[in-house]
């Protein structure tokens, strides 16, 4: 297992560096989790069920109340509660997934695979592998809480609220990492946001004191949406999972669970990836693998919908196996 940079000449065998056996085809043939610029993860809930198999009402309400439009993006729609592709000849449902990208965004990072030398059998966004990849987790160690994700990009932050096997909320953030470099100028006196920026992913520097100054608006935005969220359903938020994020910058997600009360939701890769039947080979240590690989281990992972809600402990062998994971987290309840 490694990271790889995809922004150097490297390209085929040579970029993998060893982590991936090529034999004769220029090509490696895999899944792929990506990230694409104004990618979009939405929760809907429809006021009136008269429109529910009429494709253009969603279309209009994309357009109207999310600034999508659908003829230069590509755009999937799920079922909210059973994570199942919509078909629009069904009735009955309530609560929809709304999930895309412009098209030019995938094609352009479908070209850049393939540059590498990665052959995309699938291109699917990281987000939602994410999300089916906590809500999995959660209902393997028993957590019932709900769980604060968040995923916090340069520019903006999306969060999410996961509770039982569902997906609860979902709301953009205007502010991102970017929103850290102003306070970071001010605190240390910099010449100018630029130098904060530059010093702010040096990895020289320590900011573990400085962070609940330089995240204060994250954090009070990040408060007030948990506490609406709480307030109308009457559950409180206990977990929290931030993504995205390198080991470098790991000091962020401790700090917005400090300030914010809750407990970081920390990862077993191993138990929970054996519990997956997913096999590791000896030399790979997941002990330090941050949340940035949940998404990779969510598209390695096949699942049904049944077991993403925590269920009560039936017998000593599934007792054993959520402990396995819950002794080394330390957050399962």
Not at 129 to 148: D, F, M, N, Q, R
Not at 168 to 183: A, C, L, V
Not at 294 to 309: D, K, T, V
Request: charge should be negative; include cysteine; charged fraction near 20%.
């Amino acid at each position: 297992m490694g990271e790889l940079p995809l922004d150097g000449g490297a390209t085929g065998a040579a970029l993998f560096g060893g982590l991936a056996d090529f034999g004769s085809n220029p090509y490696l043939q895999a899944i792929c989790g990506v990230h694409p610029p104004k990618g979009f993860v939405f929760l809907h809930e429809l006021e009136s069920m008269a429109k529910v198999k009429d494709p253009s009402y969603f279309e209009e309400v994309l357009k109207t109340k999310y600034a999508i439009d659908p003829s230069i993006y590509d755009i999937d729609i799920f079922l909210a509660d059973s994570g199942d592709r919509y078909d629009f000849s069904a009735s009955g449902h309530r609560r929809f997934i709304f999930c895309g990208a412009p098209r030019d965004s995938f094609l352009s990072i479908q070209t850049s695979l393939l540059d590498k030398g990665v052959y995309p059998t699938r291109l699917e966004l990281s987000t939602l592998s994410t999300i089916g990849a906590v809500l999995h987790y959660a209902a393997t160690c028993s957590i019932k809480e709900p769980i604060l994700f968040l995923e916090l990009g340069i520019h903006g932050a999306v969060l999410f609220i996961l509770h039982e096997g569902k997906l609860e909320e979902s709301i953009k953030i205007q502010r991102g990492i970017e929103s850290i470099f102003p306070h970071l100028q001010e605190e240390l006196s910099l010449k100018d946001a630029s130098s904060a920026q530059r010093l702010f992913f040096s990895n020289t520097f320590d900011f573990t004191d400085l962070g609940p100054k330089l995240l204060a608006e994250v954090i009070r935005e990040v408060q007030a949406l948990t506490g609406s969220y709480e307030v109308r359903t009457g559950q409180l938020v206990e977990h929290c999972f931030v993504s995205l994020l390198p080991r470098n910058l790991a000091w962020i997600g401790q700090t917005l669970a400090t300030s914010l009360g809750l407990q970081p939701l920390r990862m077993n890769y191993l138990s929970w990836l054996r519990m997956l039947n997913i096999e590791v080979d000896d030399g790979v240590d997941l002990t330090n693998r941050g949340p940035r690989w949940m998404g990779l281990f969510g598209l390695m992972a096949q699942y049904a919908a049944s077991e993403y809600s925590a269920q009560p402990k039936e017998s000593n062998e599934t007792t054993d196996k959520q402990e396995e994971i819950a002794d080394s987290s330390k957050v399962a309840n």
